[in-house]
């Protein structure tokens, strides 16, 4: 995938992530293990450390102007948590494990410290998560229901695939309500989704591993002109329910 956003010939395309180097000075670095469906913090709670992800998966959600819980990322190794939070004191979102988990500290003294030259590292990382909300905001925009689980299979391909993962086989530790929350879509529609993707040849689906079989026809679906033209007929979109 490429590292901006892509946007050529109509096409909508995932953004290339940007992590943090999880293997600095492992010897000083203060290591905090989160048990599954565990809490790492919560909305609100004062905020004195920003975290690296070191090992699993975390969900981070927010409460909607309803009070619904809604996804708004899932972190994965060498991501960042909390770090804006670090200038307004309290943390804006609650983070759980989705699976047994590692995070590395990374007290505000250390991101200031020149001599770690941390901060850089986590500007140029929150700058290219700007650029990916950006795209996630025109894909939820721009694309039905199954575009949007192609767009998010792609997606999490890639960003596994940067930290040398497989990019075909893919373990889906969060439920498929949380990917209709992250997605705009009703959960009926995600397993709609993923079935009629699989019916196509595209993937094949065993529980939550997903195989990806034809990444180019996925990569094609998202290009509108091309999916108008498909036998199938376009789902209308979605909203939570």
Not at 75 to 81: N, S, W
Not at 116 to 123: F, I, W
Not at 149 to 178: H, I, P
Not at 204 to 218: F, K, M, P, S
Request: aromatic content about 6%; some cysteine; hydrophobic content about 45%.
């Amino acid at each position: 995938m490429a590292d901006v956003i892509a946007l050529h010939e109509r096409r909508v395309e995932p953004v290339a992530p940007r992590t943090l180097d999880t293997d600095w000075d492992t010897d000083r670095a203060t290591h905090r293990r989160v048990r599954r469906k565990h809490m790492l913090y919560r909305s609100g709670q004062v905020a004195r450390t920003a975290y690296v992800v070191h090992a699993g998966i975390f969900k981070c959600t927010v409460l909607d102007e309803h009070g619904r819980e809604r996804v708004t990322a899932f972190a994965l190794k060498g991501d960042v948590l909390g770090v804006e939070a670090l200038a307004s004191g309290r943390y804006a979102a609650d983070v759980m494990a989705l699976d047994v988990a590692d995070v590395i500290e990374l007290p505000q003294s250390d991101l200031l410290d020149p001599v770690r030259g941390l901060l850089p590292q986590v500007a140029g990382m929150m700058s290219t998560a700007l650029a990916r909300d950006w795209s996630w905001m025109l894909a939820l925009h721009a694309l039905d229901a199954e575009q949007r689980v192609a767009y998010f299979l792609l997606d999490l391909s890639a960003r596994l695939s940067k930290r040398g993962y497989s990019a075909d086989e893919l373990m889906l530790r969060m439920t498929r309500y949380d990917i209709g929350s992250f997605l705009d879509i009703a959960s009926e529609s995600v397993v709609r989704a993923l079935t009629r993707l699989e019916g196509a040849g595209l993937i094949r689906v065993d529980c939550r591993n997903i195989t990806i079989l034809d990444r180019n026809a996925l990569v094609r679906l998202l290009a509108p002109d091309d999916y108008a033209t498909r036998a199938t007929p376009s789902p209308r979109r979605e909203s939570v329910h």
